[in-house]
């Protein structure tokens, strides 16, 4: 079974910066692939990154060159840079991994961190 526990989320003004981190436990998670996903309230949870084994990584169009995802393996832990934050950027962020590698079937989810964009 594998466990994810995000942290990192909190309030941040427009225009700040929040880096979320992923940690794993359960398993090594070096050939899965890996997801963050947010959801903000009213709305149907989103893709933001993923990346996998082989560190190829996607973005969601509205974050690109603002988010970055990537991965220490040594650490079983996953990061999302987020720079450039905005408003429409608050929701709560879960991570997720998916053992198939194809950035399809997530298996498994964290509980969330919530991330506040004030104006």
């Known amino acids: 079974q594998v466990q994810l526990v995000e942290s990192g989320g909190g309030l941040v003004q427009a225009g700040g910066s929040l880096r979320l981190s992923c940690a794993a436990s359960?398993?090594?998670?070096?050939?899965?692939?890996m997801g963050w996903f947010r959801q903000a309230p009213g709305k149907e949870r989103e893709f933001v990154a993923g990346i996998g084994g082989g560190r190829n990584t996607y973005y969601k169009d509205s974050v690109k060159g603002r988010f970055t995802i990537s991965r220490d393996n040594a650490k079983n832990t996953v990061y999302l840079q987020m720079n450039s934050l905005k408003p429409d950027d608050t929701a709560v962020y879960y991570c997720a991994a998916d053992s198939s590698a194809t950035m399809i079937r997530y298996d498994y989810w964290g509980q969330g961190t919530q991330v506040t964009v004030s104006s």
């Open positions: 359960g398993r090594t998670l070096s050939n899965y692939a």
